[in-house]
Nanobody, 118 residues
Framework: QVQLEESGGGLVQPGGSLRLSCAAS????????MGWYRQAPGKQRELVAS???????NYADSVKGRFTISRDNAKNTVYLQMDSLKAEDTAVYYC????????????WGQGTQVTVSS
């Protein structure tokens, strides 16, 4: 089992910044993809950004140039730096961890609310 602890959500004005953190613990995989999804009211959950164990990063088109994903391998932690936030970024953000050991094992955090509003 992998446990995910998220932090960093909150209320911010348009144009502001927030940083989300997700710390993984437990049975950590050597091959993994870790990242963030978000779900706004009435919408499907969508990928925001991810990073693989090999260092490859992927971003949704809507956040490219504004959000940056990074990681601290020693802490098994992934960060999502969100700049130039817009009202449409408002959503519950979920940390996602997918580890491979014979098959893919998928884990989710509990979610953290990000609200962009003046």
């Amino acid at each position: 089992q992998v446990q995910l602890e998220e932090s960093g959500g909150g209320l911010v004005q348009p144009g502001g910044s927030l940083r989300l953190s997700c710390a993984a613990s437990g049975r950590i995989f050597s091959i993994y993809v870790m990242g963030w999804y978000r779900q706004a009211p009435g919408k499907q959950r969508e990928l925001v950004a991810s990073i693989t164990s090999g260092g490859s990063m992927n971003y949704a088109d809507s956040v490219k140039g504004r959000f940056t994903i990074s990681r601290d391998n020693a802490k098994n932690t992934v960060y999502l730096q969100m700049d130039s936030l817009k009202a449409e970024d408002t959503a519950v953000y979920y940390c996602n961890y997918e580890g491979f050991r014979g098959s893919w094992h998928i884990y989710w955090g509990q979610g953290t609310q990000v609200t962009v509003s003046s």
